[in-house]
């Protein structure tokens, strides 16, 4: 079995000719957006789009004939426990780790 290894030319050539192409630019277009809007429009669209996803999911899982049963018992109140002691907590470290240069 023949292993192949790219080199560092091979793969930037497959991004820019490649399908890949779009990741870079729509990621670069996105930052260049993100420095544009101001911060608190930009927080408060993203609560709103999370708010509302979490209103559909625990209240699509709490009507669902299988799931209802065991969402609002179980699911749900081990899901919030790992978002709120997991991810919360990586991002506000990661985010506080990273201006730690800054002064702040």
Known sequence: MEIYTASIMDTVKTIVTGEF???PVVGAALLAIFKVIPNDKIKFAVGAFATGAG???TLGAANWKWSKHFW???VEP???DLLENVVQTFVDKFVAALR???GE
């Open 72 to 74: 609002n018992g179980i």
């Open 100 to 102: 730690s240069d800054n």
């Open 55 to 57: 209103k559909a999911l």
């Open 21 to 23: 192409f779009l990741i």
């Open 78 to 80: 081990w899901f919030i």
